[in-house]
Antibody, heavy 120, light 106 residues
């Protein structure tokens, strides 16, 4: 059974960089069938796509976040990571990592999510 | 940028059929999928590729997608189906979510 687990600081100061890692177990991140993505959800609000990465390193980002986002992959550790720079209170959200089926564009496995609060 | 529009809320009586719509320009030309999210939980895929149900999703969940509208239909709605539902599409390497619909079973 595939599992994804987010990890990283739960509190980040304004203007700093948010960094999260997603560890994939029960399957290989190097599969050609999937992308690996980050999605966030502000408290009480809807889902927002952040970006996706292929095992080769090809990335796709939400245009509204592109200038602040970097998603990377480490196939040796079966992990992928998110960096979001210059954070503000508006970036306070539950951050999810998920597996993204490449051909059809849906997310079939999700992590449990991790709340990141931006506050001084 | 591409946008998907959902009604903020839908109400249904137990045992009746609930329909949740998702509108976007030429959405029928893309694959649509749907997620169910209950409070404090991660989203769960309930429909993919317009009308396919993942393993473990009850048959009462079905989907369609044509023209500018995708629809999630829940037949014989049960109290356990009360949740937020999100549509999502994949457009030119961009993932787009609808704003979400709160389904109330009353």
């Amino acid at each position: 059974q595939l599992q994804l687990q987010e990890s990283g600081p739960g509190l980040v100061k304004p203007s700093e960089t948010l960094s999260l890692t997603c560890t994939v177990s029960g399957g290989s991140i190097s599969s050609s069938t999937y992308y690996w993505g980050w999605i966030r959800q502000p408290p009480g609000k809807g889902l927002e796509w952040i970006g996706s990465i292929y095992y080769s390193g090809s990335t796709y980002y939400n245009p509204s976040l592109r200038i602040r986002v970097t998603v990377s992959v480490d196939t040796s550790k079966n992990q992928f990571s998110l960096k979001l720079s210059s954070v503000t209170a508006a970036d306070t959200s539950v951050y999810y990592c998920a597996r993204h089926v490449a051909t059809s564009g849906y997310y079939d496995y999700w992590g449990q999510g991790t709340l990141v609060t931006v506050s001084s | 940028s591409y946008e998907l529009t959902q009604p903020p809320s839908v109400s249904v009586s137990p045992g009746q059929t609930a329909s949740i719509t998702c509108s976007g320009d030429k959405l029928g030309d893309k694959y649509a999928c749907w997620y169910q999210q209950k409070p404090g939980q991660s989203p769960v895929l309930v429909i993919y590729q317009d009308n396919q149900r993942p393993s473990g999703i009850p048959e009462r969940f079905s989907g369609s997608n044509s023209g500018n509208t995708a629809t999630l239909t829940i037949s014989g709605t049960q109290a356990m189906d009360e949740a937020d539902y999100y549509c999502q599409a994949w457009d030119t390497s961009t993932v787009v979510f609808g704003g979400g619909t709160k389904l109330t079973v009353l």
